[in-house]
């Protein structure tokens, strides 16, 4: 479906977009984890989602080579799942630097992406990887770069994606916000 409202956020703004705290919530109950291993996209360390034992910074640059996107050693011991809601305008390089670290480093990766199956972007990019796409029943609302709350929602639909190291397809899961909550 076609988006028929115009974004009203200028275009530098657009990769600051703020996680907000309740899909962090039902992303681990989904998952039944209670923390993250690393948040991969991160402005500076202050932006980090709440339970998330470490971050990449964008000065340390997450589409690199030379950055791992899990820790060698885990704080709890059995944190094996990275979360990344990338810049807007580089999902799809985020999206397949997740599968490969996914496959070379054997964990998994929650992704935060519009979700939009339709589009040959989608079909390019999620087509054929092993993922759990979690549908929620409604749009969550990004917080503005600030943490403060926009006066309009965004404008397209979102989706969890758990990229796995192990062969599943793509598998569709539709769930209810604000689990358990």
Known sequence: MAILNKSQT???SKDYWRTPFNLVDDALKLLSIDAFDIDVCCKDESVKIPYAYWCIQESQDALSDDVQWFSQLN???HCTTSFCNPPFSQKWKFFNKAAEQSKKWG???LMVLPYTPATKQWHE???GQDCIIYVPDGRYQ????DGT???NSCNFETCLILIVPFKCGNVIVNYKRGLNG
């Open 149 to 151: 709350k926009p006066v």
């Open 75 to 77: 704080m709890s011991g």
């Open 10 to 12: 200028d275009k530098q």
């Open 142 to 145: 990004y917080l503005l770069p």
């Open 107 to 109: 964990k998994s990766v």
């Open 125 to 127: 990019n999620v087509h």
